[in-house]
């Protein structure tokens, strides 16, 4: 095993964190600002790249530059236990939702995700960037090009918006999922964009032009509320009149063809 081995507990419903215990010189790797709270005798610490363990200066160099490509941060912060019994550290979720402990050395020792689902993880486990094969999905994907990979096999930890649905997809079986709705995949799925058909479903469907073909054998976890969709609704009930009109079908019909 290459990566340290921590235990959790998990808290709350809607708006969830994550308490890690850590032994003696364990170490947990986190995502800047999810931190919590933290016991006695945990030291905290800034570093470059993912936080996996080796690679030299040349690795580090690599890894950080993955991680811009992903949107995020340089750095990622480490939290060990310096000291000599069982210290706690936790991490909260940034929106309601739920946080999914996973197990790399189960999964086959990595996963696929959207890009801001990773919260933290246990010392040694890469962080890095997924291309997908196909440029379709990288230009409509509503996720992006680039999705996260977690590898190694440690516990990592994921959130998600909403309920949480974990799908075992057969060999050859096909599910069709909205792309924000996609949180993560095992490395064994294939992945790819289809065109909705059907001008009247792409315009007054409300799920946009283009959703995820996702194909087994493989696990698949699908939220039901992607931060996305979330953020909308909340800026659109913030905006003047969007409280009164909210759920009328023609305001919207009419929003569409340039009304004000």
């Not at 094969?133 to 230009?139: I, P, S, V």
């Not at 909210?246 to 305001?251: I, T, V």
Request: one cysteine or more; glycine letters at 16%.
């Amino acid at each position: 095993m290459n990566n340290h081995e921590i235990d959790y507990k998990i808290f709350g419903d809607d708006m969830q964190f994550v308490e890690v215990e850590l032994d003696p010189q364990e170490t947990v790797v986190a995502e800047a600002g999810s931190f919590m709270m933290m016991e006695n005798d945990i030291h905290m610490e800034t570093i470059f790249g993912d936080g996996s363990t080796g690679g030299g200066l040349m690795g580090k160099l690599f890894s950080a530059g993955k991680r811009i490509l992903t949107g995020e941060s340089l750095f990622m912060t480490t939290f060990t236990n310096q000291g000599n019994g069982k210290r706690h550290v936790s991490f909260a979720a940034p929106y309601p939702g739920k946080i999914l402990p996973m197990d790399l050395s189960e999964l086959g020792g990595k996963i696929i995700c959207q890009k801001d689902a990773f919260l933290a993880a246990a010392k040694g486990v890469s962080v890095g960037i997924e291309f997908q094969r196909k440029l379709g999905t990288g230009f409509f994907g509503g996720e992006g090009f680039i999705m996260q990979k977690l590898e190694g096999d440690g516990l990592a930890f994921v959130h998600a918006g909403g309920t949480i649905i974990r799908k075992e997809l057969l060999p050859g079986q096909q599910l069709r999922v909205d792309t924000g709705c996609l949180v993560a995949m095992t490395s064994s799925v294939s992945y790819d964009i289809e065109f909705v058909r059907g001008v009247k479903t792409a315009l007054f469907g409300g799920e946009g032009l283009f959703f995820a073909t996702l194909r087994g054998p493989g696990s698949v976890w699908i939220q039901s509320l992607p931060f996305s969709r979330l953020a909308s609704r909340v800026f659109a009930a913030a905006s003047p009149g969007g409280a009164k009109d909210e759920g009328s079908l023609a305001r919207g019909i009419f929003d569409v063809f340039g009304g004000d």
